[in-house]
């Protein structure tokens, strides 16, 4: 049977559609956020930025939202490509720590 | 050069063996970390060096052993490891503790 745990949330979009990635995160003293891609067999890669002083930072064809009232962080991908699909972390960092915890993983699959 | 590698990229070692994984990076950062990711789970933290001295120690088993000879290498020795610690080992480096954080391609490493 299944094990809990061992499958991740999967969000389905078709090519040219827009995505929408959603992550809570449980510490409120967080100062900083990142979210990393991680494709197949490869480390997580670095996709965009933002720190607790902000609501709203733009990329290239990414945009990353932070609610800090509700605890909510959230991966917009414009135009999604078939070369965007992997599995995408949210993570959050204390200053007062510097340890980078990580959320739990959503993979996106984009459907030709 | 903006790349952190890992070597080797497999390893497979019975419960006996002594071995060692190899970070390297080349991009003046003075942070470096080990995370171990286990399959369809998020990275976690297992050690952060900072200007070559270790910071943070997530209480992680002796049998797993950090070493930073110099600001650009970070090893780690295995010793008496167990099958479960069997994944994929990552390192990541970053300019400080508080800024976005590289990874390499991990050490995809099975214990027998």
């Known amino acids: 049977g299944e094990s809990v745990g061992l499958h991740l949330p999967t969000l389905s979009v078709q090519e040219g559609d827009n995505s929408i990635i959603n992550c809570a995160y449980s510490?409120?003293?967080?100062?900083?956020f990142i979210w990393y891609k991680q494709e197949s067999g490869k480390g997580p890669q670095f996709i965009i930025d933002?720190?607790?002083?902000?609501d709203k930072r733009q990329g290239q064809r990414v945009t990353v939202l932070l609610n800090k009232t509700v605890k909510h962080l959230s991966l917009q991908i414009a135009a999604t490509q078939p070369g965007d699909s992997a599995v995408y972390f949210c993570?959050?960092?204390?200053?007062?720590?510097?340890?980078?915890?990580f959320g739990s993983g959503t993979r996106l699959l984009v459907r030709p | 050069d903006t790349e952190v590698t890992q070597t080797p990229k497999h390893l497979v070692m019975g419960m006996t063996n002594k071995k060692s994984l190899k970070c390297e990076q080349h991009?003046?950062?003075?942070?470096m970390y080990w995370y171990k990711q286990k399959a369809k789970k998020p990275p976690e933290l297992m050690f952060v060096?900072?200007?070559?001295?270790?910071?943070i120690n997530e209480s992680v088993p002796s049998r797993f052993s950090p070493e930073c000879p110099n600001s650009s290498l970070l090893n780690l020795h295995l010793h008496a490891l167990q099958p479960e610690d069997s994944a994929l080992y990552l390192c990541?480096?970053?300019?400080?503790?508080?800024?976005?954080?590289?990874f390499g391609p991990g050490t995809r490493l099975t214990v027998t």
């Open positions: 990541a480096s970053s300019q400080g503790t508080l800024s976005e954080q590289y």
């Open positions: 510490n409120s003293a967080s100062d900083y």
């Open positions: 933002i720190r607790s002083n902000m």
């Open positions: 993570a959050d960092l204390m200053y007062s720590s510097y340890k980078l915890i």
């Open positions: 991009m003046g950062h003075r942070a």
């Open positions: 060096y900072s200007y070559e001295k270790l910071s």
